[in-house]
């Protein structure tokens, strides 16, 4: 059963104007994580003390530090992003399963937005013992990071348009076998119209507020039944969830 942990905040790196990288060291609970897990997250700020937790997932962990990569659009993230080194960062975690890993496989990683982090850190994990593609698409360049093929909508960085708009020419010109993805609903929604038969794993980034499954605030329409993204998932086999009621 996770716990909740207050530790010092170890850095903050700025990447833009938008997104920053935090990192604590936390050797014990970083042995636990595996790519497509996350943590709840609040700065310790008196401002904060009656604010959720923030679903952050796993962009790094190895050595004994996690890594977040954080996108700062409210006040929970904001607050995050004025921590400074050594002031109190508040985690509960690793919460939710992971990516079903493989091995001799072409594997397709689609990601959209704040979907980066995990499939980022799958990529490197995938890597030796696969051939790994990661396509990644964002509204403009400072959505942008470090993929095989990037997308914009403004045009601003990598190809103008959606991140799922060439899917099917890379699924058949790569010879893909697996795809994993993580990003907005509709994205995904549109990526699973796209892989036919394929396998896919896809991590979903629902409104949650317990994180651990009490509250079913999360809960989506898989199999026959609801499933809770924060428990059951966030990963969750594609052919399983009921797109067209989302
Ligand atoms: C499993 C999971 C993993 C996540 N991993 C990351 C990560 O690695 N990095 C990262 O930057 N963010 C991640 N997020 C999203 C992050 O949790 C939200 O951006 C954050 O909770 C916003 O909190 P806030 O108080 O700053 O803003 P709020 O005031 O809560 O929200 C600001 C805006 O963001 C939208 N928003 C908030 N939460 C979500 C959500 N879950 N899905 C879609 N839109 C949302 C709101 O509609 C609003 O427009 C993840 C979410 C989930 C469920």
Known sequence: MPV??????????????????????????????????????????????????????????SEGKISFLIKVVGPGTRALAELKPGEPLLLLGPLGNSFHLV??????????GIGYPPLAWLKRVLEPHNRVI????????????????GYTLDGSSGDRGLVTQDIMDI???????????????PMLKALQACVGDLPHYASLEAYMACGL??????AVPVGEGWQRVCK???????????????
């Open 4 to 61: 909740f942990q207050e530790l010092p905040l170890l850095g903050t790196e700025r990447i833009n104007r938008a997104y920053l990288r935090i990192s604590v060291m936390a050797p014990e609970l970083a042995e636990k994580c595996r790519p497509g897990m996350f943590f709840e997250l609040k700065a310790g700020l008196p401002s904060q003390t009656r604010r959720l937790f923030k679903p952050i997932s796993v962009f790094e962990a």
């Open 103 to 112: 091995k001799g496989q072409n594997a397709l990683l689609v990601s959209g």
């Open 134 to 149: 990661l396509v990644h698409g964002g509204s403009c360049a400072e959505d942008l990071f470090p993929c095989d093929r």
């Open 171 to 185: 699924i058949k010109t790569e010879n893909i076998d697996i795809v994993y993805s993580c990003g907005p609903l």
């Open 213 to 218: 499954g009490a509250c079913h605030g999360c």
């Open 232 to 246: 059951d998932g966030p990963v969750f086999a594609a052919s399983l969830i009921r797109w067209e009621e989302l």
